[in-house]
């Protein structure tokens, strides 16, 4: 392109030189030879911009190879580029594709396992809540002969609880003389002493015969026993799950105390109310 610009110039200065002689050679010589000397200077001109042409196609045809040849490189070098970028993606994919498929061997094996385990679990509950219900049932026949007695200040028993008992009953209830309760045991419940005399623990009386239980407790019920000036109550002797329960109805047994409608608790944890059409 340079040669071509270059070209360009030799011909402008070239016409400009010939156009001055033209009219130098006007000036001394004939008007005939105007005519013949610029036709000439026109030939001339006409040949260098054919030149000029060529020379300018050749220039732009080796540019344009040239500047396909750098698209063409750039192209392949581009290509090459997103080639090997697709093939780390690929791998990548791959290797995702494979980790995914162990994720979810493992979840449904996992989930497998966890429906095995809820399944060993509720049997266990179910197993678990029917041995404690056996243990609880166990717990309250081998109570069964025995009561409770609240409201014995600390102490006052002495030396001897099985004495002390026996004589509270006998007396207070107005029992036979003649009549063995045949206690087997009698103790304060378990735990360390109060330090405040208006709390006691409550005594626990083991009798051999369920009559005599029996008989002591509907005595005790029917005449309300006071000891020292303090309120004296008779119970069952249930087992800690069954007195929970019970604590269910404390409010209900208040009302129909108040309203003096005779009611029962019989074992385990139930309740039964006597109207007056019938319970």
Known sequence: ????????????????????????????????????????????LSKDISDLKTELRKEFSQFKEEFREVIKTEVEKLKTDINQKLQDIARDIQSHSTRLGETEERITGLESENFELKDALFHALKEQKTIQGKIVDLEGRSRRNSIRIYGIKEGAEGSSMFKFINGLLKTELSLSDDLDLQIQRAHRSLGPRPQNDATSRSIIVNLLQYSTKDLVLRTAWAKGIRYEDRPVFFAHDFPAEINAKLKEYKEVKRVLKENKIRFQTPYPAKMRIHWETGP
Request: glycine share 6%; aromatic share 0%; net charge neutral.
């Open 1 to 44: 392109m340079s040669g071509a610009k270059a070209k360009k110039g030799l011909i402008k200065q070239k016409t400009t030189e010939e156009s001055n002689q033209t009219v130098n050679d006007n000036d001394n010589s004939p008007s005939e030879n105007e005519g013949a000397e610029t036709l000439r200077a026109v030939r001339a």
